[in-house]
């Protein structure tokens, strides 16, 4: 059986495909570009053309489990939903949803999309990293690098900060599990930072110092937007990050539901 991959190209996604790979499971790879890295088979995917839907059920007849990653639009569900559907009517079994830490089920973009999964009966996984220490090479690298700073809402809260090895993992483990877990499973990792400590840690490894600057949040919305996030995705993100400075993400850890990675930032 086949485990078709949304974002399959992507951090989360990327790294979850060589793990499959590597356990003798059948993967396809969903692509806007079809472009794969051999010797696994891909298909041409996009959310925003549903005329690409069919592709992976015409490219493998077998495939049984998706790993979900929506689009980064404010309301996905409406773009998600239809393909959620088409590809239960095709067989599809399990779904594991790589959705975030900070949205609970029925909240806005990957909230909803875990509603509906919980709701439509199909059997899933809800995957919900908190934020990812590889944001530290991706979003914050050209104000850590060109401005000695990571700018955040974040003020003083800590994050346990988590690999994509350790989501990869998570979602490959869901995969390949006999039984699915039809639950929710938040995946940290092992120690908690604030922003400031991770700007002495950057300062320590790259001999110059890096600070953390504490942003208003149209500063923040401004920042996200600089990624090509429409505003009100942008505006999310503000929110989401706010909550750090509340506890939300340290609390996360005390859960009951948790999977602890081995990652740290000193990794
Ligand atoms: N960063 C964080 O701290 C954080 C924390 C918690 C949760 N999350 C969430 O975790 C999830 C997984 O994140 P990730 O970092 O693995 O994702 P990612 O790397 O940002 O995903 C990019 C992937 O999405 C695909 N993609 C982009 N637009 C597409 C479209 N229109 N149609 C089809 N595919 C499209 C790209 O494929 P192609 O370019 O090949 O088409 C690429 O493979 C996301 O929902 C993210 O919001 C992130």
């Known amino acids: 059986m086949t485990t078709f991959v949304t974002g399959g190209t992507g951090k989360t996604g990327g790294e979850l495909v060589q793990l499959l790979h590597k356990n003798n499971h059948s993967v396809l790879v969903a692509s806007r570009s079809s472009i794969a890295p051999s010797p696994l088979r891909s298909v041409v995917f996009d959310w ?5 839907f069919e592709n992976p059920f015409k490219a493998a007849q077998d495939i049984d489990k998706i ?14 939903m239809p393909f ?9 079994k399990r779904f594991i949803h790589g959705s975030s830490s900070a949205m609970d089920k029925g909240d806005i973009t990957d909230g909803k999309i875990h ?3 919980v709701d439509s009966g199909v059997d899933y996984a809800i995957i919900r990293p908190t934020w990812f220490i590889d944001n530290f ?13 990571i700018p955040s809402v974040a003020e003083d809260g800590r994050v346990a900060f988590v690999s994509v090895k350790d989501i990869s993992q998570a979602a490959c483990d869901a995969i390949v599990s ?6 929710e499973v938040f995946v940290v990792g092992p120690k908690l930072y604030s922003y400031d400590e991770v700007a002495n840690l950057l300062t320590n490894v790259l001999g110059k ?3 953390h600057r504490r942003l208003m949040h149209e500063e923040s919305r401004a ?13 999310m993100l503000t929110e989401m990050e706010a909550k750090i400075a509340d506890g939300y993400e340290e609390n996360i850890i005390r859960s009951s539901n948790v999977l602890t990675g081995k990652c740290t930032l000193e990794d």
């Open 48 to 52: 925003f053309d549903p005329s690409t």
């Open 137 to 149: 090479g991706t979003f914050y690298l050209s104000s850590i690098r060109d401005n000695n700073e």
């Open 178 to 183: 006999p039984e699915s877990w039809n639950s």
């Open 67 to 80: 790993y979900l990653v929506a689009p980064p639009v404010f309301d996905s569900l409406p773009i998600v």
């Open 209 to 211: 110092k890096i600070t």
């Open 115 to 117: 509603e509906y999964l």
């Open 223 to 235: 920042f996200w937007e600089k990624f090509g996030l429409a505003p009100n995705y942008a505006a």
């Open 84 to 92: 959620i559907d088409y590809a239960i009517s095709k067989g599809v």
